[in-house]
C-alpha cells in the first residue's frame, strides 16, 4: 500500500487533512498518550479496520521527532511478531500514522482470563517476543521501550500470536547510544549509569517481562509513598545499577531452575556478558523441554492483582512529578485513572455498574466543564479510565485540585 507521505527529509509537499479522512473513516478517540492520540480508523474502500496514531506538531519537537522516528522504523521492519504500518501522512499541523488493528488483549489480561497458566505459556509468550527482538536487532535497531504494556496478542482467537508495538522510542544503532529514555522499572543499569548502551537494554527488559510474567512481582520496586517519588526513584535505580533483586520465596518456589537461570543471564548488569536475544532463543526454556507445565496461575494472579493495582493503577497521575503533556499546558490530552474502591462506593453504585459508570461521568463532565473527550470505561477489577483533554486546566497544581475533587466526589456520590 502507497504510503501518503514519508518523505520527512528538507522541503516536502504536504497532505491536505481531505486525504486522510476522504481514504479513512476516523472514529473517536480510545486512547491518549504521551505523544499521540489513538483512534480506530476504517478504510472507505476496503471497510478494514485499522488503528491511527495522530501526532499534533504543535505539542513540540519531541512529538515531531517521536512521529517521524516511528515512521522511519516501521518502513524497516516487516515481521510478524510485530505491528505493522499500513500507511502515514504529514500534514502541516499532524502526523498520521496507520498500523494494524490489534484485537486482543494485553498479556495481563490474558493470563487473568486462564483457567491453567503456566510456565510453558510464559516460554511461549518470551519466544515471540525473542524472535521479534532479534530481528530488530539484525538490522541494528534497539526498541528502548519494550515493556508488558508494549505486547499485545494480534486477535482473539485461541492461539493468537503475540506482536510488540510502540516505536517512537525505536533507535538504529549508529554507534552506541547516549540519551537515556524509558520506563523506570524496565531500565537496564547502563541507562540508569548515563553510560553508553545498544541493544542490550532490550535483553534487560525482556528479563524484567519474564520475571513479572513468571511470579506476578517487579524485580526491582521501592515501598516509599507515593508522593515521594524522587527517593522512590533513587532506590529504585539504586537497585538496578546493583542487581538487587531476588528469586523470593513463595513466588519462585514452583518455578524451574531452568527459567531464573534465563531470567538471571538476562538481567546480567554487565551488559557486555549479558544474553543476547538470539542466545536466548537457543536456551532450553525457549526451544526445549525444560518449561515446567505445572500451573502456576492462582500466585501468579494474585501478585499481579496486588502490585499492579498498587504500583501501577492506584492514581497513576503523580502530579508532582509530570513534565509531560498531561498537565504542563493547556489544550492537551491525558489518561487518568483511578481505581475505585467497591466499598467506598453507596451500595447501589456496588451493584450496578452501569449506574456507577452513568454518575462517575457526570462527574467528570461537570468538574471538566470544557472536556472534548471525556469517555470513561469501567474494568473488572474496579478500575475506572478517564480519557480527556485539559483545556482548562493550567497547571500542575490546578490540576492536581481538580483531579483530588473529583476523586473525593466519586466517594461520596
Not at 536487532?137 to 482473539?156: D, P, T
Request: charged share 25%; hydrophobic share 40%.
Amino acid at each position: 500500500m502507497p504510503f501518503g507521505c514519508l518523505t520527512l527529509g528538507e522541503k516536502k509537499d504536504y497532505n491536505s487533512p481531505s486525504e486522510v479522512t476522504d481514504k479513512y473513516d476516523l472514529g473517536q478517540i480510545v486512547k491518549s498518550e504521551e505523544f499521540c492520540e489513538i483512534f480506530r480508523a476504517k478504510d472507505r474502500n476496503t471497510l478494514k479496520m485499522y488503528t491511527c496514531k495522530k501526532f499534533h506538531k504543535k505539542d513540540g519537537r519531541k512529538v515531531r521527532k517521536a512521529a517521524k522516528n516511528e515512521i522511519k522504523i516501521l518502513k524497516m521492519v516487516k515481521h510478524h511478531n510485530i505491528l505493522q504500518l499500513v500507511d502515514a501522512f504529514e500534514t502541516k499541523k499532524e502526523y498520521f500514522i496507520f498500523l494494524e488493528l490489534a484485537t486482543g488483549r494485553e498479556v495481563f489480561d490474558w493470563i487473568l482470563d486462564q483457567g491453567y497458566y503456566s510456565e510453558r505459556d510464559t516460554s511461549n509468550v518470551m519466544r515471540q517476543v525473542l524472535e521479534a527482538v532479534a530481528y530488530l536487532h539484525s538490522l541494528k535497531i534497539v526498541h528502548r521501550n519494550l515493556k508488558l504494556e508494549n505486547l499485545v496478542y494480534f486477535n482473539r482467537l485461541k492461539h493468537s500470536k503475540i506482536v510488540i508495538s510502540d516505536f517512537q522510542l525505536a533507535k538504529l544503532e549508529n554507534g552506541l547510544i547516549k540519551d537515556p529514555c524509558g520506563t523506570p522499572e524496565y531500565l537496564a543499569p547502563e541507562v540508569v549509569a548515563r553510560q553508553r548502551y545498544g541493544r542490550p537494554v532490550d535483553c534487560w527488559a525482556i528479563g524484567v517481562i519474564m520475571y513479572i510474567l513468571l511470579s506476578g512481582n517487579p524485580p526491582f520496586y521501592d515501598d516509599a509513598e507515593e508522593d515521594d517519588s524522587d527517593n522512590r526513584d533513587k532506590n529504585l535505580f539504586l537497585k538496578i545499577l546493583s542487581g538487587d533483586y531476588e528469586f523470593d520465596s513463595p513466588y519462585w518456589d514452583d518455578i524451574s531452575d531452568s527459567a531464573k537461570s534465563l531470567v538471571a543471564s538476562l538481567m546480567e548488569v554487565d551488559q557486555d556478558q549479558r544474553l543476547t536475544a538470539q542466545e536466548a532463543i537457543a536456551h532450553e526454556w525457549i526451544s526445549g523441554n525444560a518449561a515446567s507445565d505445572k500451573n502456576i496461575k492462582d500466585g501468579v494472579c494474585a501478585q499481579i492483582e496486588k502490585n499492579f493495582a498498587k504500583a501501577k493503577w492506584k492514581v497513576v497521575l503523580h502530579m508532582k512529578r509530570s513534565n509531560n503533556h498531561m498537565c504542563s499546558t493547556a489544550n492537551k490530552s491525558g489518561i487518568m485513572i483511578l481505581c475505585l474502591c467497591r466499598l467506598s462506593l453507596p451500595p447501589v453504585c456496588r451493584i450496578n455498574p452501569q449506574l456507577t459508570f452513568i454518575v462517575l461521568h457526570y462527574v467528570m463532565i461537570s468538574l471538566f466543564n470544557s472536556v472534548r473527550h471525556s469517555p470513561l470505561f469501567c474494568c473488572k477489577v474496579g478500575l475506572l479510565l478517564c480519557l480527556f483533554s485539559l483545556r482548562t486546566i493550567k497547571n500542575s497544581q490546578r490540576s492536581l485540585v481538580k483531579l483530588t475533587q473529583l476523586y473525593s466526589s466519586c466517594h461520596c456520590i
